[in-house]
Each structure stands twice: as structure tokens, then as C-alpha cells.
């Protein structure tokens, strides 16, 4: 039998807001899932449906975060690599190599390897692509309840104007990444 692999890919590194995601994905070879691209190239109805069916189809998935605090703590790049290694330890079934976008590895008990551009180039990776961005903008549409002033259903926390212009209006709440650039200038400022 041969070995499972896993991808494995974030969402969420740029925004001024909100947890930095992580999924890992096992796919069925027995169960192909048509349709899989990166998760930033396909419409967010599309995704929603894929996001459902990668959870069904799957062997194995696993969906973590890093919070804001971590992200302030530790960096977005050592908290996205904290992420992924959650996303791939969530995992039931343990794969025997790890797939990763982009160009650099989490620490895992596992060999993994890094590839650029891989969530549109490996389906694992597609699929672990798409499973982040829909758990991370359910997160954000979560946050919009309670703070809906920030208007987090439409930009998910992405540095946008109008995210800019509620910053500057309500100041930084605590779901905003303090160590971010006009995040920390408002914060400096007395925000």
C-alpha cells in the first residue's frame, strides 16, 4: 500500500485581523474530487461546496489556527509554520510525507517538502488551500457578529480602505494583529 501523503496550506498571513488558519488534507485516490484549484482562484460559492466535499472524501483532514496573540508573540511566519504543524497533528490518519506551499517546512515528525506555487499545482495542497480559507472567513463572518462596525464579512480582515477607515473610526479591537504595521501606528498613536 502506498504511503499517505498529505497537503498542506494556510490563509490568512496577510490581514490586519483575525487567527492565521492552517489545513492538512489526505485525499482518497479512490475518491477523486473535481474542481480543486488554490482557494484564491476560485469564487467563494465554489469553495464552500468543494469545503464539503474534501471533508467527505477525504481520508484524513485537519483544520488549525494560530491566534492573534501568537501571531504578535511569535511572527506570522512562525505562527503560520505553528498552524500547519497543528493542521497535520489533527490529522487521523498519519501520513508519511508532508506536502507544503511555499518555501518554507513547519517542524514535523514527518519528512516534508516545500512547494512553490503547490496550491495550484497539487491537489492535496488545493484541497488543504480551500479547507483553510473557508474555516478562517467562517471565523471572520463569527467576529463580524459581535463587532460588525469593522465590516469583517466583506474584507475578512484584509488591509482594505474601509478596514483602514473602521480602524481609524472605532480603533484596534482585540482581534486585530498589534505587531501589523497600521495595526501598531494606531496603537502608538493612543488608539
Avoid: W
Amino acid at each position: 500500500m502506498n504511503v499517505p501523503v498529505c497537503g498542506v496550506d494556510e490563509a490568512g498571513r496577510g490581514p490586519l485581523a483575525g487567527p492565521v488558519f492552517a489545513a492538512a488534507v489526505i485525499l482518497d485516490p479512490a475518491r477523486p474530487i473535481v474542481g480543486l484549484a488554490d482557494s484564491k482562484k476560485i469564487s467563494e460559492r465554489k469553495r464552500e461546496r468543494l469545503a464539503v466535499e474534501i471533508r467527505e472524501k477525504a481520508l484524513a483532514f485537519g483544520i488549525a489556527f494560530a491566534t492573534v496573540e501568537e501571531i504578535d508573540r511569535l511572527n506570522i511566519l512562525q505562527a503560520t509554520l505553528l498552524a500547519m504543524r497543528r493542521a497535520v497533528e489533527a490529522l487521523a490518519v498519519q501520513p508519511g510525507e508532508a506536502l507544503i506551499d511555499g518555501n518554507r517546512c513547519p517542524q514535523l515528525a514527518m519528512p516534508a517538502r516545500a512547494i512553490v506555487g503547490g496550491d495550484a499545482t497539487v491537489p492535496a495542497i488545493s484541497a488543504a488551500s480551500i479547507l483553510a480559507k473557508t474555516a478562517r472567513d467562517a471565523e471572520m463572518r463569527l467576529i463580524h457578529e459581535a463587532f460588525p462596525q469593522y465590516a469583517l464579512d466583506r474584507h475578512k480582515g484584509y488591509d482594505t480602505a474601509a478596514h483602514r477607515e473602521a480602524l481609524k473610526l472605532h480603533g484596534p479591537a482585540s482581534f486585530h494583529r498589534r505587531s501589523f504595521g497600521p495595526v501598531r501606528a494606531l496603537f502608538e498613536d493612543g488608539g
